[in-house]
T-cell receptor, first 113, second 113 residues
Framework: AQSVTQLGSHVSVSEGALVLLRCNYS??????LFWYVQYPNQGLQLLLK??????LVKGINGFEAEFKKSETSFHLTKPSAHMSDAAEYFC???????????FGSGTRLQVQP | DAGVTQSPTHLIKTRGQHVTLRCSPI?????VSWYQQVLGQGPQFIFQ???????GRGNFPDRFSARQFPNYSSELNVNALLLGDSALYLC????????????FGNGTRLTVT
C-alpha cells in the first residue's frame, strides 16, 4: 500500500519569492512520484515525475523536485513565484502494479503581489 | 492533438438516480482510468481499463461500474446515487497498461440533490 502526506493545505508567498511545497510518501515498493497542478474548474496537469535515475527532476514552468529516499520526501520547489502559479498542487505516488495513483490532499498556493 | 475529452461537463441528478459519464482518450492511448475528486480532497482511484479489460479497481462500492469500448473510449456508470457521490469525476488516459503518467481531462462535475 502507499500513501502521500502534503504538509500545509495552504501556502502563501510573495511574487518573486521561493516556492516550497512539501510532500512525504510511503510505499512498499520503489515509488514513482508525481506532482500535478490543478487550476480552477480544470483537470490535472502533470508538472514533473520521478521514476528512476536522477533524483533531481525538472518540470514545466520552472518547477523542480528532489527525490530523497532517506527522508521519503519529494518536495516541489520554484526559485521565483509568479502570479500565474496560483493553483492547487497535488503530489501523487504510484506503487505496486504501477496502475493507480494515490494522491495527497493537495496544497493551495497563493501568490501575493 | 485533442486531449482527453469528457462529457458532460456538468450535471445535476437526484438521489437514487443513475448517471453515465463519458470519456474519450488521447488518440493512440489504450488505457483509461477514472478518479473521483470530492471537494477539498485529492482524486481517488476508481477504475483502470486497458484494451477493454478491467485492470485495476479502487475501493468503491458495486454501484460504480465502467467499461471500455473498441475505440478505447470509456463510460463510468453510477447507480442509486447518494449525496456523497457529488464530486468532480476525472478521466485520464495513458499509452501503456502500467507505468503512467496519466493525462487528465477537465472532468465532469456531478451534483446529487
Amino acid at each position: 500500500a502507499q500513501s502521500v502526506t502534503q504538509l500545509g493545505s495552504h501556502v502563501s508567498v510573495s511574487e518573486g519569492a521561493l516556492v516550497l511545497l512539501r510532500c512525504n510518501y510511503s510505499s512498499s515498493v520503489p515509488p514513482y512520484l508525481f506532482w500535478y497542478v490543478q487550476y480552477p474548474n480544470q483537470g490535472l496537469q502533470l508538472l514533473l515525475k520521478y521514476t528512476t535515475g536522477a533524483t533531481l527532476v525538472k518540470g514545466i514552468n520552472g518547477f523542480e523536485a528532489e527525490f530523497k529516499k532517506s527522508e521519503t520526501s519529494f518536495h516541489l520547489t520554484k526559485p521565483s513565484a509568479h502570479m500565474s502559479d496560483a493553483a492547487e498542487y497535488f503530489c501523487a505516488v504510484s506503487g505496486t502494479g504501477r496502475r493507480a495513483l494515490t494522491f495527497g490532499s493537495g496544497t493551495r498556493l497563493q501568490v501575493q503581489p | 492533438d485533442a486531449g482527453v475529452t469528457q462529457s458532460p461537463t456538468h450535471l445535476i441528478k437526484t438521489r437514487g438516480q443513475h448517471v453515465t459519464l463519458r470519456c474519450s482518450p488521447i488518440s493512440g492511448h489504450k488505457s483509461v482510468s477514472w478518479y473521483q475528486q470530492v471537494l477539498g480532497q485529492g482524486p481517488q482511484f476508481i477504475f483502470q481499463y486497458y484494451e477493454k479489460e478491467e485492470r485495476g479497481r479502487g475501493n468503491f462500492p458495486d454501484r460504480f461500474s465502467a467499461r471500455q469500448f473498441p475505440n478505447y473510449s470509456s463510460e463510468l456508470n453510477v447507480n442509486a446515487l447518494l449525496l456523497g457521490d457529488s464530486a468532480l469525476y476525472l478521466c485520464a488516459s495513458s499509452l501503456a497498461d502500467t507505468g503512467v503518467p496519466l493525462h487528465f481531462g477537465n472532468g465532469t462535475r456531478l451534483t446529487v440533490t
